[in-house]
């Protein structure tokens, strides 16, 4: 028990906070007690942050009084409240990722010699032996912090501020992003921090977080400002998650499948070396937490199930306790081409997948981490795609389902399970893979803890998902033999569904399971479509948008030919080497010209996918134009009469992987099939230009002699 009947460490006195006319913080009292935890509560906008940054300096009082130990003093800026022992443990950490424990926490502060010089020995004794105190299972001192899991990155921001004679601490959400065991981790840290007779403030949006890490008392501070939430009472609601590359995107529909709301966070890839690509997991957590919030002013207490998609082939690896070992290495990351080729040499790969090996897809890269880094390898318990890491902090569970899943190389096709032996070809067994599930199917249900921590009812499903272009077909409607759809983004993707399993790894097709029980898709992939453009616009010093606008008419291809494979191509060429090129300039191509060769290149790269398809038995009776280049009337009169068929473009709206993942939500939570993944309405519709089809069938011809004479070169 804390003991109350001495003098508080702090006393705050009917503090009051305004910011011009909006009153943020209301004559709000609140004390603290020498080790007591005190828990600082509400949603967002409740205040709680702005009442404890006039303790930490960052804000000023209007009024009110703030006692140390009993004495009133002021604090203006956060020297005063360091000259208070008060230090602040922010969201973020502010740690330097670069330099390791001891760096951290004398960063700023360091330790120097008798000469001057800086005692990098001495700082790393004095960090083992403050790490020694508050977290003896500490053993990572000379590696970046980055390389650290979060609670051990908690265990060196505590360190430092414990260090430094803290006797009042600030802590601002510090299980953020964290899983069960790094929770768990803070938690002892805690109270070992109460032990020694601190003072904790813990802001919290989530009681049960709170009560986990050892409260003593919790407050509500009250509203940050006047504004209504709006709320959608009353409404069954489901959610979809959209794991890009770019940027995580949450969509809230009705049971209608009506809008209600959206909500993103952005992304950002790393790459450490030629060739490489990467992304922190946690991250992807802190986007997803971001989109919670901004979800969480609708009101989701009628919320009933969730959908996932996300990047497919990324390397997620994890420990024994679920802890993430390295960067994820990304889906457009080509370091492990060398081992690729190894494994497509099986001929075993592309009979039970029914692919190609790609540099891009999963095993490969952990062949390749098995052989560069192999003290990463050993350590392997699982292997997660993104997405799936993202379900594993909604859910506690390993799973993944059948349409990701088909583009690690690990799967066995056609019976839609994982294959014995060609995980054993990479040195793993099923016990490193996660469960499996239809994309349709419930995966889990969403941890109390999130939860309460958003308003969200108990037992919310969380569905399989799917692969990022699966759940757009799933948005898009195309779930059925026949229907298809071309999505011009950064990357192009021809994705037509199939009723049946019809593969041709020759075709560089790639073959997949769709998100939907008894169905397969088959996707022809280029690597640059609007990347391609935007490259182009950069290279004139021109917008985009303003290159395409001034084309007019649908023009014959001119001599010019573009080559769109500015980083190495997917369907059909399969080569991480090969580079674009243009071919036939002349006086005669100005920037109108080089515009039109950049999106006849790569409306001529998705004709090939066509042509690859159709060798496969694939039709393609609907095709519906998505992303962004579908903005481009230009495009899309291109793109009908280069392939000889009608385009069909959707009304305005959203029918992505994240509003295909909200359907699978639905799916799950109701035991609702594909009937409810309609076509979209068409605002209307291209029809070829039937007196150009000859001018684009030779300029196809053309384009195709230039990329048999460049993609050995």
Not at 43 to 67: P, R, V
Not at 421 to 439: F, I, K, N, Q
Request: glycine share 12%; charged share 20%; aromatic share 6%.
């Amino acid at each position: 028990m804390v003991d109350r009947t001495g003098t508080p460490l702090v006393e705050l006195r009917d503090i009051s906070i305004s910011f011009g006319g909006i009153k943020a913080v209301d004559h709000v009292t609140v004390d603290l007690y020498p080790g007591e935890v005190v828990g600082l509560l509400g949603h967002n906008g409740a205040g709680k942050s702005t009442l404890i940054k006039c303790l930490s300096g960052a804000y000023q009082k209007d009024a009110g009084q703030i006692l140390i130990n009993g004495q009133e003093v002021e604090i203006k800026d956060p020297r005063d409240a360091r000259a208070q022992n008060i230090e602040t443990i922010y969201q973020t950490l502010a740690l330097a990722d670069n330099l390791d424990a001891a760096s951290n926490l004398f960063l700023g502060r360091e330790l120097v010699n008798s000469f001057g010089f800086v005692d990098e020995s001495k700082m790393e004794a004095e960090t083992r032996k403050i790490m020694g105190r508050l977290n003896p299972n500490f053993r990572k001192f000379s590696v970046p912090v980055n390389m650290l899991s979060g609670g051990q990155r908690q265990s060196v921001a505590i360190a430092r501020a414990v260090y430094f004679n803290a006797k009042i601490l600030i802590m601002d959400e510090p299980t953020a992003a964290l899983g069960p065991h790094e929770t768990q981790m803070v938690a002892e840290l805690i109270q070992e921090l109460k032990a020694q007779g601190l003072g904790i403030f813990l802001i919290e949006h989530d009681i049960h977080n709170v009560m986990k890490l050892g409260r003593d008392r919790r407050r509500h501070p009250g509203h940050d400002h006047p504004g209504q939430e709006t709320r959608a009472s009353g409404r069954v609601m489901y959610i979809g998650l959209d794991l890009g590359t770019s940027g995580l995107k949450g969509i809230l529909i009705g049971e209608d499948q009506a809008v209600i709301a959206e909500a993103s966070a952005p992304l950002t890839v790393q790459r450490p070396a030629e060739g490489w690509s990467e992304q922190a997991p946690s991250d992807w957590i802190s986007a997803a937490e971001t989109v919670f919030d901004k979800l969480s002013r609708n009101g989701l207490g009628a919320v009933r199930g969730i959908g996932l998609s996300g990047h497919m082939h990324g390397a997620t690896l994890l420990d024994a306790a679920d802890e993430v070992l390295r960067p994820c290495i990304l889906w457009n990351d080509t370091r492990s081409h060398a081992e690729a080729a190894g494994l497509d040499g099986d001929p075993m790969f592309r009979r039970l997948t029914g692919n190609i090996v790609f540099p891009g897809f999963t095993a490969p890269k952990l062949v390749w981490v098995r052989k560069h880094e192999p003290g990463f390898w050993d350590r392997v318990a699982k292997v997660l795609l993104p997405k799936d890491y993202l379900r594993l902090w909604l859910t506690g569970e390993h799973v993944s389902e059948m349409s990701d899943a088909a583009g690690t190389s690990w799967l066995d096709t056609a019976r839609r399970d994982w294959s014995d032996d060609l995980l054993r070809a990479t040195g793993l067994d099923r016990s490193h893979m996660p469960g499996l599930v239809e994309g349709s199917e419930v995966s889990g249900t969403l941890r109390e803890a999130l939860s309460a921590r958003w308003g969200l009812p108990k037992g919310v499903v969380v569905a399989g998902g799917g692969g990022d272009n699966a759940a757009s077909g799933v948005g898009v409607g195309v779930v059925r033999a026949g229907e298809a759809f071309v999505s011009l983004g950064t990357s192009g993707v021809l994705f037509a569904a199939n009723d049946g399993y019809r593969p041709d790894p020759a075709t560089a097709v790639h073959t997949f399971c769709h998100a939907l029980p008894d169905t397969w898709h088959q996707m022809g992939v280029i690597l640059a479509a609007t990347d391609a453009l935007n490259w182009y616009a950069a290279l004139v010093g021109a917008d985009a948008a303003k290159l395409t606008g001034e084309l007019g008419a649908l023009h014959p291809p001119g001599k010019t030919v573009f080559l769109p494979y500015l980083g190495g191509e997917r369907t059909p060429l399969n080569s991480a080497s090969v580079r674009g090129a243009f071919t036939g300039l002349e006086h005669a191509t100005d920037r109108q010209a080089g515009t039109r060769a950049v999106l006849e290149g790569v409306t001529f790269a998705i004709r090939d996918c066509r042509d690859a398809l159709a060798a496969t038995g694939t039709r393609l009776e609907h095709l519906l134009a998505v992303g962004g280049g579908s903005r481009s009337d230009y495009w899309l009169r291109l793109i009908a009469t280069a392939l000889d068929c009608p385009v069909q473009l959707p009304v305005a709206g959203d029918f992505g992987g994240a509003f295909g993942a909200a359907r699978l939500g639905l799916m799950a939570a109701t035991g609702a099939g594909a009937g409810i993944a309609t076509l979209p309405k068409i605002a209307r519709v291209i029809e070829p230009d039937a007196a150009l089809k000859d001018a684009f069938d030779a300029g196809h011809a053309r384009f195709r002699a230039a990329q048999t004479a460049i993609k050995d070169l």
